[in-house]
T-cell receptor, first 115, second 111 residues
Framework: DAMVIQNPRYQVTQFGKPVTLSCSQT?????MYWYQQKSSQAPKLLFH???????NEADTPDNFQSRRPNTSFCFLDIRSPGLGDAAMYLC??????????????FGPGTRLTVT | GQQLNQSPQSMFIQEGEDVSMNCTSS?????WLWYKQDPGEGPVLLIA?????ELTSNGRLTAQFGITRKDSFLNISASIPSDVGIYFC???????????FGEGTQLTVNP
């Protein structure tokens, strides 16, 4: 089945220790998104890639970066995690981006704990 | 920026009851999406709506795209325990691919 896969499902890191979360998709979608979701809140968009074009949200901290080496994979790098970065991180994909109404499909998420 | 007001915030119902939740906005949306999120999982797309006035069903779920393009509702009929979860509405506006999410409705179904 075509899907969005996130690894690992649970990640524990230490305060200040860099961590990378990964996302892959078999949907062949050209747009990939990273969201942060804290308890009982709606997902918050961090950034997205339209093909290789990176689009950062204005309020995304510099501590968060992303890489998309090819269509299928996208990574979220947190350079120096703080306690406030503990959250669920969701990857999503869609077929098209700008000027197009479209559906986003989410992965199962990675729960990040910062100790 | 665009905002969505989703209500109610939470609902406690008995198994077999029907449920209704809605989202409203002061802005126009081109697409309305309804998602369900189980604890510890990502949101799952339930229904997508693309036209003002559109009424779409998916099993026991029915959703409508408001005529004004500023609101949408989701109905669940004959609820069952596995309907428990958080339901999010999301709208896609005229400016591109950024979804605007509602605050979510936490649904609890008592057997």
């Amino acid at each position: 089945d075509a899907m969005v896969i996130q690894n690992p499902r649970y990640q524990v890191t230490q305060f200040g220790k860099p961590v990378t979360l990964s996302c892959s998709q078999t949907l062949n979608h050209n747009v990939m998104y990273w969201y942060q979701q804290k308890s009982s809140q709606a997902p918050k968009l961090l950034f997205h890639y339209y093909d290789k074009d990176f689009n950062n949200e204005a309020d995304t901290p510099d501590n968060f970066q992303s890489r998309r080496p090819n269509t299928s994979f996208c990574f979220l790098d947190i350079r120096s995690p703080g306690l406030g970065d503990a959250a669920m991180y969701l990857c999503a994909t869609s077929r098209a981006g700008y000027r197009s109404s479209d559906e986003q499909y989410f992965g199962p998420g990675t729960r990040l704990t910062v100790t | 920026g665009q905002q969505l007001n989703q209500s109610p915030q939470s609902m406690f119902i008995q198994e077999g009851e029907d449920v209704s939740m809605n989202c409203t906005s002061s802005s126009i949306f081109n697409t309305w999406l309804w998602y369900k999120q189980d604890p510890g999982e990502g949101p799952v797309l339930l229904i997508a709506l693309y036209k003002a006035g559109e009424l779409t069903s998916n099993g026991r779920l029915t959703a409508q795209f408001g005529i004004t393009r500023k609101d949408s509702f989701l109905n669940i009929s004959a609820s069952i325990p596995s309907d428990v979860g958080i339901y999010f509405c999301a709208g896609l506006g005229t400016s591109g691919s950024r979804l605007t999410f509602g605050e979510g409705t936490q649904l609890t179904v008592n057997p």
